[in-house]
């Protein structure tokens, strides 16, 4: 059918396409005014109220409404007070859906960028890093390029378009690629995992059971680490995300703990006054909380104590000074004492078995041999 066929049955009079005009212009003016006039209010909100998420996400979102988008839904609106023939009420209905489709994917493109910065600039403490950023740019352009996809979708199905076989494609085409590109799939999903969760970050000290080091870089495949001995180490960010991290550089305090043995012939009144000296001891020292120092242990080879203190400062340098100072005024208060940190003496008695008291004995004391009964 030529482009004559499609408007040769439509029968619309003067005044018709007057009333429609009017009512299409009126409308245009209608929705302009009160978008306008909701952005107006929420720019005038105060601070307190204007940071909030919904707020924020409105006013970003209402100030990409588009004026063709307003203008074709005011033609719209103007067409529908026309006496149409069936086969444009359809299109009428097409065009309504399509309209209000591309406005809406318009809306929820720039809501989800809204979103997505402000939940990783509250979780991210306002931090930014090239990883970061990288991994939030990912995030969300996959969320806004499924938006696109089931608004392209949706408008193909209303269009009488069947697009289960189409779907149907991109979920097998899909799985196809995700079994040959899992292992890049599985790094790259666990770069973004690290970015929102925040196990680590550049800079921290961590320990896996492998080794120790300090995180360089957080690619979208691999990490980076400086290990102490001066090597860089790279592992697959999903591989370190499998293995127990020790993240040193969030320790806000250090605890110590260690024994102290010495000789169980200590008496006893001289081994109940460690306990109070020694905790003197490790009280006098900079940053340092005395936790308990008590005799736990006894028996036969030694007396133990178990002591711990905990340090306001995770520094390793102060801690390696601190344990020093208390290690070596521990040794002046033992010789003060007279404690022995020497384990108990071990006897060894060797005792030759008496003869049997059947046996005769020979003149010189030794035992008779006996004779082995015949066969």
Known sequence: MTIRGYFSNLDIGWANAAAALGVAVASFIAIHGAVHLVRR??????????????????????ARTSNLAILATALLIGASV??????WNQRIGH??????????????????AVTARRYFRVHGKGREDEQVTVAHTLVIWALQWSVWTVFLLAMLANLGINVTTFVASLGIGGVAVALAVQNILGDLFASLAIATDKPFEVGDAISVP?????????????????????????????????????????????????????????????AAQVPERLSAIIAAKEKVQPDHVNLTTMDQNYLEYDIVYNLSDVDYGLFLRTQQAVLLETMQMLRELGISTAPRAQELRLQQGAASDTGARRPDGRGAPQARPAH
Do not use: C, M
């Open 82 to 87: 026309l006496d149409l023939p069936p086969p």
């Open 210 to 270: 492998e080794f120790f080091g300090t995180i360089e870089h957080v690619g979208l495949k691999t990490t980076r680490i400086r290990a102490l001995s001066g090597e860089q180490i790279v592992i697959a960010n999903a591989e370190l995300l499998r293995k127990t991290v020790h993240n040193f550089k969030r320790q806000h305090t250090r605890r110590v703990q260690y024994t102290l043995r010495v000789n169980p012939a200590t008496p006893a009144d001289v």
């Open 41 to 62: 209010r929420l720019d005038k909100l105060d601070d307190a109220r204007a940071h909030k998420p919904i707020v924020e996400v409105l006013r970003h979102t209402l």
């Open 95 to 112: 065009l309504w859906f399509i309209t209000l489709g591309a406005q809406l994917a318009v809306y929820l493109h720039h809501a989800i």
